[in-house]
């Protein structure tokens, strides 16, 4: 997908936002399988063929693969979820000062482009007051959309609309 500049550091900027407001007051492990069953049910209702993890201190906590997802979908969350979990921002985040700055994850951030994701899919579980304790992945749609995904889902979850 052809992006301009300007629409890059629009995405950005509405990536920045969500990564600010889309943050919990606490989250469990119940947190996880109801946020999780939420996004499969949201995923079923649009037949969308994703594979779905949240991990919390490396821990995988919730992950479900939905029809037409496969095993290449996995590899990806596992490299979003290296993402998130080094950088400490979403996949998309990092993607986006990579495309209007000109830099890689090999030159700049000292990554392996085998293990870590320069794309969107990766968002980061935040906790109010503590930071950042896991993440939220998904694949299996183009990288914009899986992140969009997965931010539409926080806002339901936790009834907040970014805008």
């Known amino acids: 997908m ?3 500049k300007n629409d890059t ?3 950005r900027e509405l990536v920045e936002k969500q990564e600010a407001l889309l943050r919990f007051d606490h989250f469990s492990y119940k947190d996880a399988w109801k946020l999780g069953v939420l996004m499969v049910n949201e995923a079923r209702e649009k037949k969308l ?3 779905i993890r949240i991990t919390v201190n490396n821990l995988v906590i919730f992950s479900h693969v939905l029809e037409g997802a496969n095993a290449h979908n996995e590899q990806w969350l596992n490299r979003k979820h290296n993402t998130v979990f080094v950088r400490q921002e979403s996949s998309l985040h990092l993607f ?7 830099k890689t994850l090999e030159k700049d951030w000292l990554l392996d482009p085998m293990e870590y994701a320069l794309c969107g899919g990766g968002f980061p579980l935040y906790l109010k007051g503590t930071g950042v304790i896991g993440s939220i992945c998904v694949s299996g ?3 914009v959309e899986d992140h969009m995904f997965i931010t539409s889902c926080l806002e339901k979850f936790l009834g907040i609309e970014v805008k």
């Open 49 to 51: 063929p994703i594979a």
């Open 2 to 4: 052809e992006t301009s």
């Open 9 to 11: 550091k629009a995405l």
């Open 96 to 102: 986006t000062v990579a495309e209007l700055e000109g």
């Open 141 to 143: 749609l183009p990288h």
